[in-house]
């Protein structure tokens, strides 16, 4: 079945523990991206990838980091958690990098930073 | 600045009658638009997107929408709607020459019995 991935699905952490939320897709699409989305705000995008070693920030990329090793994975990194980052994260795909197609969205991961 | 606008935040329909759900985008190029639906605890799923062509756009679950470039709108619309469609609903926009996209901040459906 072809599919977004993410875990762990909920989170609960303190406050500078880094933490990896990891992001795998079995359709092997080059895009992939990583939202965060919080009442009254929408989604805001955190960071984009257009293909293995390649990544940009989205508008929201402050206090994130990430990286893609491989095709089909795409972890995004907290390396010191504040509450402020407290939010459901969704990790998405699509193919092939063209931005008139259709995204996948994974299941989402709701973070709480105490 | 780019932005994408749902002035509504929460709208109320009986079954049955019809919809439209706003949505206005701020872009000086050429639009990529997009709705998305999450239903309760789930991720998006797309329902319909305009890049190009004939600007009155199908999409899954008998929703369309129609591109109007002079009012810079993208509106959702379904001529009935069914107790299933309640969820939440985004307008997004990506913008040409890059990989980014932006979304509203949304528009909570519910469907009165």
């Known amino acids: 079945e072809a599919q977004v991935t993410q875990n762990p699905r909920y989170l609960i952490t303190v406050t500078g523990k880094k933490l990896t939320v990891t992001c795998s897709q079995n359709?092997?699409?080059?895009?992939m991206s990583w939202y965060r989305q919080d009442p009254g705000l929408g989604l805001r995008q955190i960071y984009y990838s257009m293909n293995v070693e390649v990544t940009d920030k989205g508008d929201v990329p402050e206090g994130y980091k990430v990286s893609r090793k491989e095709k089909r994975n795409f972890p995004l990194i907290l390396e010191s958690p504040s509450p402020n980052q407290t939010s459901l994260y969704f990790c998405?795909?699509?193919?092939?990098?063209?931005?008139?197609?259709?995204?996948?969205f994974g299941p989402g991961t709701r973070l709480t930073v105490l | 600045a780019q932005s994408v606008t749902q002035p509504d935040i929460h709208i109320t329909v009986s079954e049955g009658a019809s919809l439209e759900l706003r949505c206005n985008y701020s872009?000086?190029?050429?639009?990529?638009l997009f709705w998305y639906v999450q239903s309760p605890g789930q991720g998006l799923q797309l329902l319909l997107k305009y890049f190009s062509g004939d600007t009155l756009v199908q999409g899954i679950k008998g929703f369309e929408a129609e591109f109007k470039r002079s009012q810079s709108s993208f509106n959702l619309r379904k001529p009935s709607v069914h107790w299933s469609d309640a969820a939440e609903y985004f307008c997004a926009v990506a913008l040409s020459g890059t990989y980014k996209y932006i979304f509203g901040t949304g528009t909570r459906l519910k469907v009165l019995a």
């Open positions: 872009y000086g190029a050429t639009p990529y």
């Open positions: 998405a795909s699509s193919s092939p990098g063209d931005r008139t197609d259709t995204q996948y």
């Open positions: 359709m092997n699409h080059e895009y």
